[in-house]
T-cell receptor, first 114, second 119 residues
């Protein structure tokens, strides 16, 4: 059965700390891995990772994929209270028969304390 | 607003009633996905469309659920004879693929969701 596992499930840190969120996966026909940030409503897109070992950065956030070890990490440096959210990892699976889609992990609930 | 829009944003219904949700994807996107999300869980895949064709349905989608995308644009998700276990956030997402069997070109963009409460 395909699965995406995120850890930790929850994390509380102080403003200014650096955090690392983990996502491991076991899926068939892996195509790409995506990170989303979810505050109160819809997930908002952060990164899409397709190639192993290439870091993607956006401001204080960065992410990298390891396709050999089947995991990805999301780093947030100099955290701010506005970073408090649930961070979702999702894997896009591709099937030549057209049956594909995103499988999500349960998310990491990150709380940044002032 | 050129993002994915969902309507209604909130729905409270009595058990046994039918409900219908609507999703308008980003206009040039040919892929449309429905997900369900309960508290503390990541979104769970329900079904998706490539243009007007429904290509896959999850085992979560019982026969009380039906989804349509009649003209390859907006989509509706109907739940018949609602049960309390149907209470959840129903999320719609869209993305662009350049060929039916091709790789995903873009990330999936999500709507704000419809929160369903069955009482």
């Amino acid at each position: 059965e395909d699965k995406v596992v995120q850890s930790p499930l929850s994390l509380v840190v102080h403003e200014g700390d650096t955090v690392t969120l983990n996502c491991s996966y076991e899926v068939t026909n892996f195509r790409s891995l995506l990170w989303y940030k979810q505050e109160k409503k819809a997930p908002t897109f952060l990164f899409m990772l397709t190639s192993s070992g290439i870091e993607k950065k956006s401001g204080r956030l960065s992410s990298i994929l390891d396709k050999k070890e089947l995991f990805s990490i999301l780093n947030i440096t100099a955290t701010q209270t506005g970073d408090s959210a649930v961070y979702l990892c999702a894997v896009f699976q591709y099937s030549g028969g057209g049956a594909d889609g995103l499988t999500f992990g349960k998310g990491t609930h990150l709380i940044i304390q002032p | 607003d050129t993002g994915v829009s969902q309507d209604p944003r909130h729905k409270i219904t009595k058990r046994g009633q039918n409900v219908t949700f609507r999703c308008d994807p980003i206009s040039e996107h040919n892929r449309l996905y429905w997900y369900r999300q309960t508290l503390g869980q990541g979104p769970e895949f329900l079904t998706y469309f490539q243009n007007e064709a429904q290509l896959e349905k999850s085992r979560l989608l019982s026969d009380r659920f039906s989804a349509e995308r009649p003209k390859g644009s907006f989509s509706t998700l109907e739940i018949q004879r609602t049960e309390q276990g149907d209470s959840a956030m129903y999320l719609c997402a869209s993305s662009l693929r350049d060929r039916v069997w091709g790789p995903m070109n873009t990330e999936a963009f999500f709507g704000q969701g419809t929160r369903l409460t069955v009482v």
